[in-house]
């Protein structure tokens, strides 16, 4: 059973940066592509990103393009998310997810993804 643990949620002013981080226990860890989604609360959740085992393909939801970016560190077995210029509708919990595929879907969905964390709460103050 792959396990995901993300951390570096908190509480930040509208226009802040955050860095949310994702460690795997899995030794294969190149063999998944990696995701984030996040879900505000009363609303579905929905995807934000993805990056291939290699990193060199990556995938973004529209609303996040050129604020979020999206990295993984192989050797350490995490996976990131770079979250600048953060608006008050970017409040959710964001998960992170393991696909088995080497390359996300060209538009990710849930469905895609094995196994996922426990997520953790982002909340940008306005």
């Known amino acids: 059973q792959v396990q995901l643990v993300e951390s570096g949620g908190g509480l930040v002013q509208a226009g802040g940066s955050l860095r949310l981080s994702c460690a795997i226990s899995e030794r294969t860890f190149t063999n998944y592509a990696m995701g984030w989604f996040r879900q505000a609360p009363g609303k579905e959740r929905e995807f934000v990103a993805a990056i291939s085992w290699g990193g060199r393909s990556t995938r973004y939801a529209d609303s996040v393009k050129g604020r979020f970016t999206i990295s993984r560190n192989n050797a350490k077995n995490t996976v990131y998310l770079q979250m600048n210029s953060l608006k008050a509708e970017d409040t959710a919990v964001y998960y992170c997810?393991?696909?088995?595929?080497?390359?996300?879907?060209?538009?990710?969905?849930?469905?895609?993804?094995?196994?996922w964390g426990q997520g953790t709460q982002v909340t940008v103050s306005s």
């Open positions: 997810a393991a696909d088995p595929s080497l390359l996300p879907a060209t538009t990710p969905s849930i469905p895609d993804f094995s196994s």
